[in-house]
């Protein structure tokens, strides 16, 4: 009889040293570490890291690696949420799911601020990845998973965003002339009724440039009896116009599988925090692993693309 084909559940394809970090690799004590976002500068990885501290809130932390697997973590976060200042209202219950954009030789940061009104997009920028100068609040409370293009479109700057109307968590685009005031709201995409992305999407990583679109790995959550399991997506939208998807994938990239993903303070998430696309075509993904690890898995951008265009 033949052998059994062994067919690989996921289109993204784990690193075998899963999780890359964890608690045991901080340097001070906190609680976890999850969600980083990745850059590569002159050769070498970053990743800023999401640390939830042992009083409950999160702040910034950056990992360095010379191959994008081995990472060590800086002895001091990198930044805290603001108190003693105008600030502080905004941060006050922290600072959470940081996600970079190399844009005009700038790193801007997205992040979300969670203070005495709730949920809201901030924006910070920094040179060195150590050194963060906030930039502002730029949203309405409520609005989350914020990732900037890249470059400007049609003159202005773009962001993916995250409002939650309705208990709907959909993904939108919004336009601003100055990074700060941002508007010309569209809606992109919705859940999908019956699907893994059934109950909230949002971006997950800043967008990609592909001669097929902008490729946006977003994150899918459906809601079962045992709680809410979370996906890794992907979507094509147009290059002049985000608000028009060209493909959709039907599967999920990826779907927590591993004991790491299945089990910590969050069960049942794998949740994209960036990607990195090396000039090999192979697409890093950096995840966060149920709220308590950090893990990356690599697909090749081409079978990306092409699930990615299973569908609208
Ligand atoms: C989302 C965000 C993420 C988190 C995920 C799973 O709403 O808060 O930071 O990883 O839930 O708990």
């Not at 679109?213 to 459906?222: A, D, F, R, S």
């Not at 779907?255 to 910590?264: H, K, M």
């Not at 090999?280 to 690599?298: P, Q, R, W």
Request: charged residues 20%; negative net charge.
């Amino acid at each position: 009889m033949p052998e059994k084909e062994n067919i690989a559940p996921d289109i993204l394809s784990r690193y075998g040293g899963n999780p890359i970090i964890t608690l045991e690799d901080m340097p001070f004590r906190c609680n976890t570490v999850f969600n980083g976002s990745p850059v590569k500068i002159d050769g070498e990885y970053f990743i800023l890291l999401r640390v939830e501290g042992q009083r409950g809130y999160s702040f910034f932390a950056l990992a360095r690696s010379p191959d994008g697997y081995q990472f060590t973590v800086d002895p001091e976060p990198v930044m805290a949420p603001s108190s003693g200042d105008d600030w502080e209202p905004w941060e006050l219950h922290g600072i959470e799911d940081p996600r970079i954009t190399l844009m005009d030789g700038r790193y801007y940061v997205m992040y979300t601020a969670v203070g005495i009104y709730g949920h809201f997009i901030a924006l910070a920028v920094t040179d060195d990845m150590v050194n963060f100068t906030r930039l502002g609040i730029v949203s309405e409370p409520g609005n989350k998973d914020g990732v900037l293009f890249p470059e400007k479109i049609n003159g202005l700057y773009a962001r993916l965003d995250r409002p939650i109307g309705n208990e709907v968590g959909s993904i939108w685009v919004s336009y601003s002339p100055d990074l700060l005031s941002w508007g010309h709201s569209e809606i992109v995409m919705k859940p999908r009724p019956g699907c893994w992305d059934s109950f909230r999407i949002g971006a997950s990583a800043p967008p990609i440039a592909t001669d097929h679109g902008w490729l946006e790995i977003y994150h899918g959550v459906k809601k079962t009896s045992a709680g809410p399991i979370y996906k890794t997506g992907s979507v094509l939208l147009d290059r002049e116009n985000p608000s028009m998807v060209l493909g959709r994938c039907l599967m999920p990239l990826q779907s927590p599988r591993n004991y790491y993903e299945r089990v910590g303070d969050v069960g049942n998430v794998v949740f994209a925090s960036g990607a990195i696309l090396e000039d090999d075509g192979n697409l890093k993904v950096y995840y966060g692993a149920a709220d308590t690890a950090i893990c990356v898995a690599t697909g090749h951008i081409d079978e990306i693309i092409a699930v990615s265009l299973e569908s609208k």
